[in-house]
C-alpha cells in the first residue's frame, strides 16, 4: 500500500490567496498539488476565516496540518500580511480549525524551497550552465519588491536563508546608468537594487528614458510598459524593459558571487514570466558574467526562471 502524506498549503497575497491540498507520496520529494480554491482576499477578516472556508468546501478532516505562505514578513508562528494589514498568529489559527500543525513562511521563502525541486516544465532556461553538488543556490526575483534568499542543502536536507538582498546598494555599470542613478538620488539618496529592480523600478526607468530622450509618456504604469515593449508599440518602453534586463543580469552575477551561489540561479517574482518574450533579445546573460577576472566562475552557472504559477505552494509543502 502506497503511503501519503498531505498537508493544506497557501499562497496568500494582497489581492487572492490560493490554498490547496498538497500531498507526498512515499518515495517522492515532489508533493502533488490536488484541489486548489482561490479566493478574494478582500471577502475575508483574516487567514482563519479563509481556511476555514477551504476546509469545509474541500471536506478535508480534521488535525491536518498547514503551511501558509504570505506577503509580509514571519517569524513562523506570527506573520502580517503588509498589503491587508492582517496580523496572523499561528497558534490561534491551529486551534481554532483544529488543526496538527500550523506555519507560517514569507512567500519568497517558498520560492527557496521550491527551487530545489523544480525542473521543467516548472522552470525554463535562460542561461545553460553545468551546477555544483551542493553548492549554495540563489534564489531572487522582481516583483512588488526585489526578494533574495539562498538555498542550502545540509546533511540531505534543504535549508532556506532569508535575506534583505534587495536593499542592498545599487552599482551602476554603463554611463547611462550612471545618469540614471543620479537622476533617481534627486528622490531618495538611497538608491537600492529593489529601487530599479521591482514594478515601481520598471516605472522609474521608463520615466528616465522619457526625460533623457525627451519622448514618451512618462505616466504608464508597469503592466502597460511590458505589454507596450511586448507589441513593440512604444520604443521608450522596449528600451526600458532592456534596461531592466540588464541591470537585473548584472545583480544576480553579484549575487551570486556574494553567495557563492555555484549551485545556480532561480528567478521568481511576478514580473519576468510576463516578459519572456523578450528575454532572448536581452543582455541579461552576458551582463551576468561580465565580471572580470570571476567571469569563468559565473560561465558555469546556469541561470532558470521559475515559470510555474504553483512554486509558492510547492515549497509551502516541502517547508
Not at 30 to 38: A, D, F, L, S
Not at 100 to 128: C, Q, R, V, W
Not at 134 to 140: C, T
Not at 178 to 205: K, N, P, W
Request: hydrophobic share 40%.
Amino acid at each position: 500500500m502506497t503511503s501519503q502524506k498531505s498537508v493544506i498549503v497557501g499562497d496568500i497575497g494582497g489581492t487572492n490567496g490560493r490554498l490547496a491540498l498538497a500531498t507526498f507520496n512515499q518515495g517522492s520529494p515532489m508533493p502533488v498539488i490536488g484541489e486548489m480554491h482561490t479566493y478574494l482576499s478582500a471577502d475575508f477578516a483574516g487567514l482563519s476565516p479563509m481556511i476555514g472556508a477551504f476546509i469545509e468546501e474541500a471536506g478535508l478532516p480534521k488535525g491536518l496540518s498547514a503551511k501558509i505562505a504570505i506577503a509580509g514578513p514571519t517569524c513562523g508562528q506570527t506573520g502580517h500580511l503588509t498589503n491587508l494589514d492582517w496580523h496572523e498568529d499561528a497558534s490561534q489559527i491551529k486551534s481554532t480549525l483544529s488543526l496538527s500543525e500550523m506555519g507560517f513562511l514569507n512567500d519568497f521563502g517558498a520560492l527557496a524551497y521550491a527551487a530545489g525541486y523544480l525542473t521543467e516544465p516548472h522552470t525554463m532556461s535562460i542561461k545553460g550552465g553545468t551546477p555544483v553538488e551542493g553548492a549554495p543556490i540563489s534564489v531572487m526575483g522582481p516583483g512588488t519588491g526585489f526578494g533574495v534568499a539562498q538555498l542550502l542543502k545540509v546533511d540531505g536536507k534543504f535549508h532556506v536563508i532569508s535575506t534583505e538582498g534587495g536593499h542592498v546598494s545599487y552599482a551602476p555599470v554603463t554611463k547611462l546608468e550612471e545618469d540614471l542613478c543620479q537622476y533617481l538620488r534627486r528622490e531618495d539618496e538611497h538608491v537600492s537594487v529593489e529601487t530599479l529592480m521591482s514594478g515601481a523600478g520598471l516605472q522609474r526607468i521608463h520615466r528616465f528614458l522619457v526625460d533623457y530622450a525627451g519622448s514618451g509618456n512618462a505616466e504608464l504604469r508597469p503592466a502597460e510598459i511590458s505589454a507596450a515593449a511586448i507589441d513593440g508599440s512604444e520604443p521608450s518602453c522596449q528600451r526600458a524593459v532592456q534596461v531592466f534586463l540588464s541591470i537585473l543580469g548584472s545583480i544576480a552575477g553579484d549575487m551570486v558571487l556574494a553567495h557563492g551561489g555555484r549551485g545556480g540561479v532561480f528567478f521568481g517574482g511576478g514580473i519576468l514570466p510576463k516578459i519572456v518574450a523578450l528575454l532572448d533579445k536581452s543582455d541579461l546573460a552576458s551582463r551576468f558574467v561580465s565580471k572580470g577576472p570571476m567571469r569563468g566562475y559565473l560561465e558555469d552557472v546556469p541561470v532558470n526562471l521559475i515559470v510555474s504559477p504553483n512554486a509558492a505552494l510547492i515549497g509551502a509543502a516541502v517547508a
